[in-house]
């Protein structure tokens, strides 16, 4: 037997209020033909698990009765890294040693252990694989935070504009994880890009890493909101065309890069990290012919699973090729004396200051 921990809830609420470790038992020595029971190498904290806790999150796990307790729990965590322990009988797609990640959400991925079936995990290469290959292995951050992030940049890009050489696309919230995987795909892609971000002190240094990464030109928020600058913006996209807004901001953010779109172009809004309402001239959907709709990740994978698939191959090629770099996130190590739910609400709470990873 295996005593797992898992952090869960009973009922919907603030992180710290109503999180709590459950431990359960499982049945190692008898595993179902095709069972596999997996450990957590690594899952990492994200925006939508917070809300998820909350209850303000459309995707919501199940309430079950698997957690050894007489009350329904749900578990939590979306995204993670595990390694196969031990597979059944008839298991021929995995071996034990194998990297594998969920293949759907909400099964509870900030737990030590997960009992599923062949059918609930995708296989990555294990650094061991990558090296015999000759490639470069992933990192423990690069496989845990592969299916959220970087596919939502990748797919952002690739899935509903042709681009032709010199055209661009802007985003806002260049700076965020997904803005700098958008980048990063931007210039593998062969395709232009204007970053907005908001000012800081050190402006010209955050301005020279995300250039570094891929960004063609970095802008802040009062240039994205400038008449004037719109000259600048001329010059620089010459006979190329701004195709593509990437919007995780809303209010002025999203007018400012949505006004700079030339005629046809199309706003695919992600986050609303501003809170404010996405706000769009009326002249441009009559005169410009602007499109503007939403992008969710989680809901075009579930309906697309060869999608899922193939975007997860072309991410870990990348990242073999060492073409891609992880967004960097503050790695925290548990170990068994600690209690799990603790971790993960400090976590939580130090998630203003960058993404947290737990390690276990
Ligand atoms: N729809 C989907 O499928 C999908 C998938 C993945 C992520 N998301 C969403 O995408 C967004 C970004 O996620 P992430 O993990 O990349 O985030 P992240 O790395 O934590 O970055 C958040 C970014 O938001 C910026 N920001 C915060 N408040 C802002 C404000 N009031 N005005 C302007 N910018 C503000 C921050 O700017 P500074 O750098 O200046 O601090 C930072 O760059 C989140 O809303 C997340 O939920 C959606």
Redesign the pocket.
């Known amino acids: 037997m295996i005593t797992a921990h898992a952090v869960v809830y009973q009922s919907h609420g603030d992180p710290k209020d109503v999180l709590f470790t459950q431990k359960y038992q499982i049945d190692d020595e008898n595993l179902k033909e095709n069972q596999v029971l997996v450990k957590t190498l690594a899952s990492p904290i994200?925006?939508?698990d917070i809300n998820q806790i909350q209850g303000v999150y459309p995707s919501k796990p199940d309430f079950t009765d698997k957690f050894d307790s007489s009350k329904k729990l749900a578990p939590t965590g979306n995204e993670g890294l595990f390694q196969v322990l031990k597979i059944g009988s008839n298991v021929e797609n995995f071996k034990v040693g194998d990297w594998v990640i969920p293949k759907s959400v909400n099964s509870g991925t900030w737990q030590t252990h997960q009992l599923g079936t062949a059918n609930d995990f995708i296989k990555l290469p294990n650094p061991k694989q990558s090296e015999e290959k000759g490639k470069t292995g992933l990192s423990l951050n690069q496989g845990a935070t592969i299916s959220?992030?970087p596919p939502?940049a990748y797919l952002m890009l690739t899935h509903y504009v042709k681009f032709n050489k010199n055209d661009y696309f802007i985003q806002?919230?260049g700076?965020?994880?997904?803005?700098k995987y958008a980048s990063q795909f931007g210039k593998l892609l062969g395709i232009n890009s204007i970053s907005v971000?908001?000012d800081?002190p050190n402006l010209q240094e955050t301005i020279d890493k995300l250039e570094n990464l891929g960004a063609t030109h970095v802008i802040t928020?009062d240039q994205n909101e400038s008449k004037e600058f719109g000259s600048t913006i001329k010059n620089w996209k010459g006979t190329g065309k701004i195709k593509l807004a990437l919007n995780?901001?809303g209010g002025k953010?999203s007018t400012g890069i949505a006004r700079k779109l030339d005629p046809n172009g199309l706003m695919l809004t992600?986050?609303?990290?501003?809170m404010k309402p996405v706000t769009i001239p009326t002249s441009l959907h009559i005169f410009k012919n602007f499109t503007s709709t939403g992008?969710?990740?989680?809901e075009l994978l579930k309906n697309n699973p060869e999608l899922k698939i193939k975007t997860l191959n072309q991410i870990v090629e990348y990242y073999e090729n060492e073409q891609l770099k992880d967004?960097p996130s503050n790695e925290v190590k548990f170990d068994e004396s600690q209690d799990l739910a603790s971790l993960y609400i400090k976590g939580i709470e130090d998630s203003k200051n960058g993404?947290q990873l737990i390690v276990y």
């Open positions: 994200n925006p939508s959220v992030n939502t806002n919230g700076n965020s994880a997904v803005g971000i908001r800081r928020e995780c901001v953010s992600y986050g609303g990290m501003s992008f969710w990740v989680t967004s993404k």
